[in-house]
Nanobody, 124 residues
């Protein structure tokens, strides 16, 4: 599957952005989908994951309550709604898809397919 992320940009602290990731090829319904981010000089960080039919969703504490992941399998698209953005949310955001199980969905190594990344910059 090929992934194309979009929706990044420059926003002031406290603002909101919605990222989208459109897939082509096999249907999204057979994949767990995730969002990760990487800031300059830092390791890639898990942001959110959603299971095949949206039955399971997981966020790390850093974004819990501020970010919402959702998916539309009919449109082969996964979304990341980001609110109450902070300067520390500044990073390149990547969407990813995996065929493995849910228990390790927060780990980047299990993802088979990655989008190209979209820059999110939050100004203070």
């Amino acid at each position: 599957v090929q992934l194309q992320a979009s929706g990044g940009g420059l926003v002031q602290a406290g603002g909101s952005l919605r990222l989208s990731c459109a897939g082509s090829g096999r249907t999204f319904g057979s994949y767990i989908l995730g969002w990760f981010r990487q800031a300059p000089g830092k390791e890639r960080e898990f942001v959110a994951a959603i299971s095949w039919s949206s039955g399971y969703i997981y966020y790390p504490d850093a974004v819990k309550g501020r970010f919402t992941i959702s998916r539309d399998n009919a449109k082969n698209t996964v979304y990341l709604q980001m609110s109450s953005l902070k300067p520390e949310d500044t990073a390149v955001y990547y969407c990813a898809a995996r065929e493995g199980g849910w228990t390790t969905a927060r780990y980047s190594y299990g993802y088979n397919y990655w989008g190209q990344g979209t820059q999110v910059t939050v100004s203070s």
